[in-house]
């Protein structure tokens, strides 16, 4: 589709705009996979006779939800009543050991569907046989950014050196699937590999992402090797700056918090994760009260157990009330912005991405809300069509989804693959690697 007019008759869209605007009844014009107009669809039609038609007519349109910490996984079941530190040393740990490559990229690929199938254009994926999951992005079509888990361990297959010649592989910024920096976490990466990592990023002026204050563990560990809390200790070694993106960032200190701040660093926040896994819940609000960017993530599906952004933002709204008991802490409207524009600066991508504008990519969610569970549907009426998409919609809602321009899924069915397909392979696999586990002693 790419290269060509396409015009997307729209019954409301939700743009997501610094004006927050909503229009009625407008036609997106997309040229070469960019927003070239956006015209009233009387006009539209009119101005461009021969254009290809996406109709959307009778639906709602988004930006294309932007996911900023995932990892991609081939299996899912397992270890669904541990904390972090017990999850990661039973299930993560070993789930990475005993995946193979090959595996990897088939397990890549049907998380980077299954997102694009629920709406999400953009996500931000750390990947163990990074290059493999490259591959598997480029194949899916969907706006990927990989960084690699890069470990301070000799046999840690995802090095710098790697990190490096990816990153350099993909400068072009019109490739869909490009690299960042990054490294796992203060657990698996020394000093030293941290100021190399952060070099780099400063070098190229690229993100980076690394795990933080993610539970209390993690605080009370660092301050035992450390001698202070996760946050601060990055800040020591200089990786805190507008380039890092702190996955989850729970349990920060006061002084973190002006650390964060004050360097521009940015979160991505995990609320199911954060709840299965017990970690607490992220004082979200006073992040961005304070200026702090927050976007939202749903990590890997071992931890969630899917990659659905609608069902995460509906989370993301509930969670703080809990801790705050606030009702109006963060709004439907609010965690909407989180999970498409917010998140898109998180990525430093909102030149391009998040929001419905002239110039931006041609990256859109479409959802037909003509169901039960969303009454009354009311094209006329964009609060309570917001509260749907955040109370009520979920991945299933997602009819067509567009990246650059080209509609990857369209009428609820990928344009790329036969999902059955794709589906039979991965099952065999997924078996496979799930019996294997079995026999080391993985408890499900």
Known sequence: MKNRIVLIPCGCILTMNDKGDVLRNTTIVSEEGKIKALLPNSEARTAYPDAEIVDASNKVVIPGLVNVHMHSNLTRGFGDNMALYAWHEAIAETVGMETSPE????????????????????????????AYCYEAAKASGARVRIVPYVLDFDDCVDKVELNLEYVEKTLDPSLRTRFIFGFDSFREAGPDLIRQVVELSNKYDIMMQTHSCESVDDVTLCLELHGCEPTKYLHKLGALNKNMILAHGVHLTEEEKQLVTQTGARIAHCPTSNMKLSDGAAPVKEYMDRGILVGIGT??????????????????????????????????ETVLRMATIEGAKVLGMDDIIGSVEVGKCTDLCILDMRNLHCLPYDLDEPGILMSHIVYSCNGSDVDSVIVDGEVLVKNHTLTRFDEESVFAA??????????RLKKRGVNM
């Open 103 to 130: 595996e990897m990229q088939m397990g890549a690929l049907i998380s980077y569907l299954e997102a694009v199938k629920s709406g999400t254009t953009t996500m931000l994926s750390m990947e163990k046989y990074s």
């Open 299 to 332: 990590d890997g599906a071992n931890s969630n157990n899917n990659y659905d952004m609608l069902e995460e933002i509906k989370f993301a709204a509930l969670l703080p009330r809990i801790s705050t008991k606030k009702a109006d802490d963060l709004t439907a």
């Open 426 to 435: 991965a099952n065999i696999l997924s078996k496979n690697l799930t019996q």
